[in-house]
């Protein structure tokens, strides 16, 4: 039982360039979340996904776009990276959106 | 905006000692949670208490919630180096149990054998 994965685990980029980050999960829930964290700043909400068919914003969603693609899978794009999205980026899950969240790993993506 | 705020922000103590951690939030919860975070990985839910509970245990760990002061506490007993680690407070911010967590900046503990 994998849980939470999150594809990759290391990112690279350039000022401009874009890119999808993955996360799948294998538990059968209902609700997906996209954080970011940074030193001294805690974790921030950027989008979730309450049900499969549903998105909503959270607190800093500017240059990011998501897409719940199956129950499974909610994925993160960057459409043109910028220094200030340095940082480490977890996915979540939870049965519900009332119940305790499930972490990935997370992906550190270093724009350049 | 942070609506958890931790205190301490670092935390050393010696094995077999017991660590306090604190959280203050700003506006009403349906629940409050605590998480742990090793380095390097994805944070680990430890304990939900939820608005209307005063007090929670779970094995080696006590969480208490005080509404009329908008605040919680994370007791840690006996304390393994194992429990070195981040721990953040997360609450759902009143928002009608929408799964939407406000975590706080955390408190790194280091427990020295």
């Known amino acids: 039982n994998a849980g939470v994965t999150q594809t990759p685990k290391f990112q690279v980029l350039k000022t401009g360039q874009s890119m999808t980050l993955q996360c799948a999960q294998d538990?059968?829930?209902?609700?997906m979340y996209w954080y970011r964290q940074d030193p001294g700043m805690g974790l921030r909400l950027i989008y979730y996904s309450a049900s499969e068919g549903t998105t909503d914003k959270g607190e800093v969603p500017n240059g990011y776009n998501v897409s719940r693609l199956n129950k499974r899978e909610f994925s993160l794009r960057l459409e043109s990276a910028a220094p200030s999205q340095t940082s480490v980026y977890f996915c979540?899950?939870?049965?519900?959106?009332?119940?305790?969240?499930?972490f990935g790993n997370g992906t550190r993506l270093t724009v350049t | 905006s942070q609506q958890g705020e931790e205190d301490p922000q670092a935390l050393s103590i010696q094995e077999g000692e017991n660590a306090t951690m604190n959280c203050s939030y700003k506006?009403?919860?349906?629940?409050l949670q605590w998480y742990r975070q090793n380095s390097g990985r994805g944070l680990v839910h430890l304990i939900l208490i939820r608005s209307n509970e005063r007090e929670k245990h779970s094995g080696r760990l006590r969480v208490t919630l005080d509404t009329s002061k908008k605040s919680s506490s994370l007791l840690i007993t006996a304390s393994r180096a194992a429990d070195t680690a981040s721990y953040f407070c997360a609450t759902d911010a009143g928002s009608g149990n929408t799964g939407k967590l406000i975590f706080g900046q955390g408190t790194t503990l280091q427990v020295k054998p």
């Open positions: 506006t009403s919860i349906n629940n």
């Open positions: 538990m059968n829930h209902n609700s």
């Open positions: 979540a899950s939870s049965a519900e959106s009332y119940l305790p969240l499930h």
